[in-house]
């Protein structure tokens, strides 16, 4: 289903809804409704403040509450960073903003691991909702991370509800998750929580994901029993199903609330039916005052995020999608701030550090701007690099970029002192071609110095393993760090305005 389809489907949904679900409660069902989100990373609005915002998100559960107190709120992982906030509050400010809300559950994502470990347990702690990450397990201890319950029961007028979480594999190259965590396989996993639900007397099971939506389509055929997946991890409104089972997620940052009213069975425990909608979350919808005190006590960072560092004379496409699949015009202007930096011959962006998921009007560029494209602080390093290194990377960076749109890669290049043509449609290792860098064609006994991110260099991240063959010229202790970096490019160009343009360095052939 594209997005357009989509929305047209919501809006039919949304006017239907109410009808619907009164119709749909009877004697011998009791209705559970879920108000799901993803990817939540900062509990104020966003898009201008007319999208998003948890006091808004608090709003929709109080009401929903009202109408069925047999209400769970789920979220879909990815909370405690990146963040401008958690630079500071290492994720606290998310854990006061969803106890504040009312938070049910959540699944662990893979940016949980980018914060320390020690980190993330604190936060657990001070959680007053349940955590879930069925497949990730401590091979220390051979138990869940965190002692994490493998699956949770809730009951509701004498009917069953079981929920099991997954977190997708490819956190050991997105995040900084320590060695000794493992991902177990998803599928096995999710049979085994399946099995043990049923024993445990649910006969309605939702399965609350972090993956991709190819993998929770492996989730839904691999392990039957399940009646719904409420996902997350991209950062789109998307429904799908596979194996009749429906699988859902949200846009990012609470711009949406996914809304699901179950009609279980009283008599057999199973889902009779269910309704949904989509909530666009606007400004529209009030506050709820008592969401006040979360946002009173972060104001200093919120008021300084909003100091004023520079403006752009043009639009800025800093969409996840866009920075992940294409050449952009603030992905040049990032690399190009890395490469002047350090001085090297190459700037390289991993596409997926760039995280804003933005675009921006032309006009003033706020500290928040700048934070919420490079979140992470990563140093920006100066490595040496011979020319067949160099193709191995180019190779890496765009050796998923056939796959679809549910997979886009956060690999996936930005680039400054360097061009070259790809061809998706030829085999991952073969479609990089018309190399040049500073103008020349590629050399591949010649040396090159490149400026980029520590996370790849030292890391592996977005699995750039090749780098560890690369000589390391600047090492992190004595690298800037990249939002430094590009808030000071922004602040070098002409009256502190820049007006970057997409210029054919990143050619796609197909």
């Not at 608090?58 to 069925?68: A, E, H």
């Not at 854990?95 to 980018?114: M, Q, R, T």
């Not at 800025?316 to 603030?330: F, G, P, W």
């Not at 061809?423 to 490149?450: F, H, M, Q, W």
Request: charged share 25%.
């Amino acid at each position: 289903m594209t997005h357009a389809m989509l929305k047209r489907s919501v809006l039919f949904v949304v006017l239907c809804f109410l009808s619907a679900s009164a119709y749909g409660q009877n004697a011998e069902t009791v209705r559970v409704t879920f108000l799901h989100l993803n990817d939540t990373y900062q509990f104020t609005p966003v898009d201008g403040g007319k999208r998003g915002g948890l006091a808004r998100v608090m709003t929709i559960r109080r009401q929903t509450l009202k109408q069925n107190p047999n209400t769970l709120m789920t979220l879909g992982g990815d909370t405690l960073s990146p963040s401008v906030e958690t630079r500071t509050y290492r994720g606290k400010q998310m854990i006061d903003a969803w106890n504040k809300v009312g938070l049910d559950y959540s699944v662990l994502g893979n940016h949980e691991f980018d914060i320390k470990t020690n980190e993330i347990l604190d936060r657990i702690k001070e959680s007053n909702f349940t955590w879930l990450g069925s497949n990730v397990i401590d091979t220390k201890t051979g138990k869940t991370f965190a002692d994490l319950p493998p699956f949770v029961i809730r009951e509701f007028g004498g009917v069953k509800v079981g929920i099991f979480g997954l977190l997708l594999p490819e956190t050991k190259e997105t995040s900084s998750i320590e060695s000794h965590l493992k991902i177990a396989d998803y599928c096995e996993t999710a049979r085994d929580m399946v099995a043990k639900i049923r024993a445990a007397g649910a006969n309605t099971i939702i399965g609350l994901t972090h993956m991709f939506m190819a993998q929770d389509k492996r989730v839904a055929q691999c392990a039957p029993g399940i009646d719904l997946i409420l996902g997350g991890h991209e950062h789109t409104l998307l429904q799908s199903s596979a194996a009749g089972v429906p699988i859902f997620k949200m846009w990012a940052d609470a711009r949406e609330v996914g809304r699901f009213d179950l009609f279980i069975d009283k008599k057999t425990g199973k889902l009779h039916s269910m309704d949904w909608q989509i909530i666009p979350v606007t400004d529209a919808i009030p506050d709820d005052p008592d969401f006040a005190p979360v946002v009173a006590k972060y104001k200093e960072l919120l008021d300084m995020l909003e100091i004023r560092v520079g403006a752009t004379a043009v639009p800025l496409d800093a969409l996840s999608h866009s920075v992940r699949s294409k050449e952009t015009d603030i992905g040049n202007f990032i690399a190009d701030a890395y490469r002047n930096a350090v001085g090297a011959d190459i700037g390289f962006v991993n596409g997926g550090s760039i995280r804003a998921d933005l675009s921006y009007n032309p006009g003033p560029l706020t500290k928040r701007d700048v934070l919420s494209m490079l979140p992470f602080n990563n140093p920006i390093v100066k490595v040496e690099v011979t020319g067949k290194l160099l193709m191995e990377i180019l190779e890496h960076s765009v050796a998923r970029s056939g796959v679809g749109e549910d997979n886009e890669p956060g690999r996936f290049p930005q680039v400054s002192g360097l061009c070259f043509k790809f061809d998706r449609l030829k085999p991952a290792g073969s479609r990089v071609s018309d190399v040049c860098i500073g103008g020349e064609p590629l050399d591949l006994n010649k040396s090159y110095t490149i400026a980029t991110s520590d996370f790849l260099v030292s890391r592996g991240g977005d699995g750039y393993t090749m780098f560890k063959n690369a000589k390391i010229l600047i090492d992190a202790e004595k690298a800037p760090k990249d939002s430094d970096v590009f808030e000071q490019a922004i602040k070098n160009s002409p009256n502190s305005t820049i007006s970057p343009k997409a210029e054919g360095r990143i050619v796609r052939v197909n």
